[in-house]
Each structure stands twice: as C-alpha cells, then as structure tokens.
Nanobody, 117 residues
Framework: VQLVESGGGLVQPGGSLRLSCAAS????????MSWFRQAPGEERESVAG????????NYLTSVKGRFTISRDNAKSTAYLQMNSLKPEDTAIYYC???????????WGQGTQVTVSS
C-alpha cells in the first residue's frame, strides 16, 4: 500500500489549496479514505472522511463549509479542496486509507500546509 500526498504549500489567509492523495497497492474504490492533520504541539485530528462507494462525507466542525473531500475511484485518488484558509489550518496534512479490521489503516507521508501573510 502506498499513499502519496501532494499540493501543500504556503498560502495567504483567505486563499485556497487542493491536496491530492494518489493511492496504490489496494482496490481503492472498496475503502473509505480520510484526511488528518497535525499542527505543531497538537494532537492529530481528523479533518474529513469519505465513504467508499456511496461517497458519504463527514467533516471537522471548524472546516465545514470551507473544505471539501472527494475521490476519483477511476484514478485511485482522493482530494481535499481547502478554501478560505486560516492561520489555524496550518499543519501537516495526512491521507489515510481505512482497509478494515484485518489490514488496518495506512498513512501517507504528509504534506505541509502553511497559512500565513
């Protein structure tokens, strides 16, 4: 299993970024995916999740209305569109594949998002 995130960077407050997570090594369409983040000195937190086939989504309260998680099963890629970014969104963002109780969760290497003027 391999998860490769991209799309992070430095953006001004109010700006946007789109994170991508390219997955391989498993049948992507069969499993739910999530984005987590970890800010310096903070615990990791779940930002958004998306179901496997029905595409149901859930969001951290503080990002609702600003972030959108999506997936393209044909491309085995998950996305996180982040709009109206705030300095408190600064963190390392991780893509996570939830492969069930037998196989567990797999994490990408993370991509840095910095929101600063």
């Amino acid at each position: 299993v391999q998860l490769v995130e991209s799309g992070g960077g430095l953006v001004q407050p109010g700006g946007s970024l789109r994170l991508s997570c390219a997955a391989s090594g498993f049948t992507f369409s069969n499993y739910p995916m999530s984005w987590f983040r970890q800010a310096p000195g903070e615990e990791r937190e779940s930002v958004a999740g998306i179901g496997s086939r029905d595409g149901s989504t859930n969001y951290l309260t503080s990002v609702k209305g600003r972030f959108t998680i999506s997936r393209d099963n044909a491309k085995s890629t998950a996305y996180l569109q982040m709009n109206s970014l705030k300095p408190e969104d600064t963190a390392i963002y991780y893509c996570v594949a939830h492969l069930g109780r037998a196989r567990g969760d797999y994490w990408g290497q993370g991509t840095q998002v910095t929101v600063s003027s």
